[in-house]
């Protein structure tokens, strides 16, 4: 399973991105997806992830202003980011579930996208 993520950009505070992250097949259907985000010299940290039945977990820092969602053709989910902040600025990830449920455990994952750099200007 490949997937792959796109969206990323330049953009100001306060501006807004979407990311996409589609999979090589229909691996989404049935299995949760998340995404994480890595900025330089810091550890890898969940954002959010999202069920099979589109059920949504967020980390605190990006409750409120960051929208996860998927496609119903079941290969495809986004994740709308609003009121960005120079804080989250970092490579993001998308990632597929072992399991259904939406999780913030890195070790649920399976598969692993390349990511999608996100960059926010002060």
């Known amino acids: 399973v490949q997937l792959q993520a796109s969206g990323g950009g330049l953009v100001q505070t306060g501006g807004s991105l979407r990311l996409s992250c589609a999979a090589s097949?229909?691996?989404?259907?049935?299995?949760?997806v998340g995404w994480f985000r890595q900025a330089p010299g810091k550890e890898r940290e969940f954002v959010a992830s999202?069920?099979?039945?589109?059920?949504?977990v967020y980390a605190d820092s990006v409750k409120g202003r960051f929208t996860f969602s998927r496609d119903s053709n079941g290969n495809t989910v986004y994740l709308q980011m609003n009121s960005l902040k120079p804080e989250d600025t970092a490579r993001y990830y998308c990632?597929?579930?072992?399991?259904?449920?939406?999780?913030?455990?890195?070790?649920?994952?399976?598969?692993w996208g390349q990511g999608t750099q996100v960059t926010v200007s002060s």
């Open positions: 990632a597929s579930a072992r399991g259904s449920l939406a999780t913030s455990r890195t070790d649920q994952y399976r598969y």
């Open positions: 097949r229909r691996t989404f259907s049935n299995n949760a």
């Open positions: 999202i069920s099979w039945k589109s059920d949504t």
